[in-house]
C-alpha cells in the first residue's frame, strides 16, 4: 500500500489531493489488488470516491468482489446511487456468481436491499451454488431482511441440502426460527438424509435453539438414514452443554457409525 490508501480508507480529501498532487498513482495496487478507489468504497467516503473517480480511479474488482457489491455489503445507500449512475450494473455478478443484492442481505442493510430493488435486481438470483439473497439473509441472522425479501416474492428454497428452518438453526439464530414456525414451517422436517432442524441446533451447540424446537415438538432421538441422532451431533462437535442438556430430555446414548459416544469424543 501507499499513502493514497490510508488517506482513501480515512475519507481524507485533503491529504489525497495533496498526494495526488504530488503525483501519487491513483490506481496503484497492493499486493492483493486492492486500490485507493476499493478503501474509499469500503470506508463509505463519498466525497473520496467521487474525488477519484474525477481523478481516474478505476472501478476494479478487488478479491472477486465489484466496488457495487462492496458498497452494498457494507450498507453505504449514498455510493450505491453514485455508482448506478455512472453505469454500474444492478445485477452484475462477482467471480462466485453474487450480486450485490446478495450483499445487502448479508448485511442485513434494508435501505440498500430496497433501492437495488427497485433498480431491478433479481431477488431470487442464485450464486454458483444456488445461494441466494434469502439465503444469505438467514445464514446471517437478518430477520428484517428475510421479511422483506419475503414480500418481495423471495423463493424459500433449500440450499445445500438445508431447509430455510434448517439453516436458521444450524446458525443459531433463534427469533429466525420462530418465524419460520410461526410460518408453518414443519419442525421435523427432513433433509439431506434424514436429518431435522433440531440435528443442525445441536451441530452447533445453540442450546436456546434446540429447547424452542423441542417445545415445539421436535424428535430429541430423530436419526437420520445412518442412525446419526442430535445427541451424536453434540458429542462429534464437543458441545458439552448441548450434550448434557439432551440427556435431560431422554437423548438416549446410541452407537451411530459403529462408535460409542464415548469414542465419538475421543
Not at 468504497?41 to 478487488?62: D, F, N, P, T, W
Not at 457489491?69 to 455508482?83: E, F, N, V
Not at 454500474?88 to 434494508?110: F, K, M, Q
Request: aromatic share 8%.
Amino acid at each position: 500500500m501507499i499513502p493514497l490508501h490510508g488517506a482513501a480508507s480515512r475519507g481524507h480529501l485533503k491529504v489525497m489531493k495533496y498526494l495526488i498532487q504530488q503525483e501519487s498513482d491513483v490506481n496503484k495496487k497492493d499486493n492483493t489488488g486492492w486500490t485507493a478507489f476499493n478503501a474509499a468504497v469500503q470506508g463509505g467516503h463519498l466525497r473520496a470516491v467521487e474525488y477519484l473517480m474525477a481523478k481516474g480511479a478505476k472501478q476494479s474488482i478487488y478479491d472477486g468482489i465489484t466496488p457495487l457489491y462492496a458498497a452494498a455489503q457494507c450498507g453505504h445507500l449514498d455510493i450505491i446511487k453514485l455508482l448506478i449512475s455512472m453505469g454500474a450494473d444492478v445485477n452484475e455478478e462477482n467471480d462466485n456468481g453474487r450480486t450485490s443484492l446478495h450483499g445487502a442481505a448479508s448485511g442485513g442493510h434494508i435501505d440498500v436491499m430496497e433501492y437495488l430493488i427497485q433498480q431491478g435486481s433479481d431477488v431470487n438470483k442464485g450464486d454458483a451454488d444456488g445461494w441466494t439473497p434469502f439465503n444469505a439473509a438467514v445464514q446471517y441472522g437478518h430477520l428484517e431482511a428475510i421479511e422483506y425479501l419475503t414480500t418481495q416474492g423471495a423463493e424459500q428454497h433449500i440450499y445445500a441440502g438445508m431447509t430455510p428452518l434448517f439453516a436458521a438453526a444450524k446458525f443459531g439464530h433463534l427469533h429466525t426460527v420462530e418465524f419460520f414456525l410461526s410460518k408453518e414451517a414443519d419442525v421435523n422436517e427432513e433433509v439431506d438424509g434424514g436429518i431435522i432442524p433440531i440435528h443442525g441446533a445441536a451441530f452447533g451447540g445453540h442450546i436456546e435453539v434446540m429447547e424452542y424446537l423441542i417445545q415445539q415438538g421436535s424428535d430429541v432421538n430423530k436419526g437420520d438414514a445412518m442412525g446419526w441422532t442430535p445427541f451424536n451431533a453434540a458429542v462429534q462437535n464437543g458441545h458439552l452443554l448441548a450434550v448434557e442438556y439432551l440427556m435431560s430430555k431422554g437423548a438416549k446414548q446410541n452407537t451411530c457409525d459403529g462408535m460409542t459416544p464415548v469414542y465419538a469424543a475421543a
